[in-house]
């Protein structure tokens, strides 16, 4: 999977939202928003939370999608590969569907 900043790009770019507009709307600067997504820096949770809600992804989805099998502990793994994909499915179907 990939690091938070990376979900949080990929998810913004399936919204077709800039990242000014993110930054805007999350209450943080775009440039701080570029280091989030770039990995040059963390954010806080509340930072994290801004960014979910603005992008209407729950934070707890946010962080999942984010996981990597690194994280993962041996005997979880066979359970991990079985729940991203529909966590992934989940983001894509219920939180990003196109907004008229």
Not at 67 to 91: A, G, R
Request: charge should be positive; avoid cysteine; proline fraction near 2%.
């Amino acid at each position: 999977m990939n690091s938070i900043g990376q979900t949080i790009e990929t998810l913004r770019r399936k919204k077709r939202m800039k990242q000014g507009e993110l930054a805007q709307k999350a209450n943080i600067t775009q440039s701080y928003l570029s280091m989030i997504e770039s990995d040059k820096a963390e954010a806080s949770t509340s930072t994290l939370s801004a960014i979910a809600e603005v992008l209407g992804v729950p934070y707890q989805l946010l962080v999942m999608a984010s996981l990597s099998v690194t994280q993962i502990s041996e005997d979880k793994k066979e359970t991990y590969y079985k729940v991203v994909p529909l966590i992934q499915e989940m983001i894509d179907s219920y939180f990003l569907k196109k907004e008229n």
